[in-house]
Every structure is written in C-alpha cells, then in structure tokens.
C-alpha cells in the first residue's frame, strides 16, 4: 500500500514503492485512491521516460518499458531517512545531523550515498560549488532515490 509515511530507504523505496519494479503493479492503487497527473519526456538522448506526480506529494519516473529508475518526494512527505533526515529541512540541520555532504549535479549528497538526494533549489543549484555556497538557512525540500553512482566518475 502506497504509503507518504513510509521510511525512504536509499537506493531501494519511498512511500512503499520500490525502485526498479514496473509501475504496473501500482497503477490500480495510484489511480483508485489518489490524484494522478502523467507527463511523458524525452532526454537529450532521446530515451523517453514518464513522469507519475502523485497527490502533489511523491514523483514515480519510468522508462520507456514502466521499469521505476527514479523516485522523489517533496515537504508534503512525512517519513524519513534514517529516522533522521526528511524533506523540508535546513542545510544547517542536515550538516549538523551528517559528517559529510558533498554536492553533484545540483543535488546534495550525505556520507557518499550514492542512492538518494536531496535537490538543492535554484539558483543554488546553479552557483553552487562548494558545501560552503549553501546558505545555512537554505530549505531543502525534495528527496530522490536512484542510482546516482554514475556521478563519482
């Protein structure tokens, strides 16, 4: 059961619904019990993918064959990371609460885990290049998991 209290578990699920599974399986649930809007997408590579908003609370992204490549939620979401980290907190509590924070491609990564960030707002995101840049009072309000190991390279 889709659930906005569920733990974020890096790499794996949020809200219950697991990365990598086909969006097929959810579909019944999604469209019984919430609000749905569905956009399609191309990337610069042309591979297309859809996007699943949902209660304007979690984003469910899919490629082309329905399998989940990415899932995100926004401050609307209550459960956490870790028992610790969620959406809508300040850059200054993550950095207290995390040894390391590191930032690639516009999004904010704790202790090198490649497989969930936070999205650092514009035009942050944009000027962005040290842990240093990020003010203090900054609220980060979306979490994605995926797999952002590409981004060590």
């Known amino acids: 059961m889709i659930d906005f209290n569920a733990e974020i578990k890096s790499g794996e699920s ?17 469209h019984k019990h919430h609000e ?8 610069p590579d042309n591979e297309i993918r859809t996007a699943y908003w949902v209660d304007n609370t979690i984003t ?20 956490t990371y870790r028992k610790t980290f969620r959406t809508g907190m300040f850059f200054y509590e993550i950095a207290e609460l995390s040894k ?3 930032i690639f491609n516009g999004s904010l990564i704790l202790e090198d885990d490649f497989g969930i960030s936070y999205v650092i707002p514009s035009p942050f ?11 203090a009072n900054l609220r980060l309000d979306e979490i994605y998991i995926s797999d952002f190991s590409s981004w060590v390279k």
């Open 14 to 30: 949020l809200a219950n619904i697991v990365l990598n599974s086909n969006v097929s399986i959810y579909l019944k649930e999604l």
């Open 36 to 43: 749905v809007v569905v956009k399609n997408y191309t990337l």
């Open 60 to 79: 469910i992204t899919t490629k082309a064959d329905g399998a989940i490549c990415s899932l995100g939620c926004n401050k609307n979401y209550k459960g």
């Open 100 to 102: 390391r924070q590191r």
């Open 125 to 135: 995101d944009e000027i962005a290049d040290s842990i240093q840049d990020i003010p």
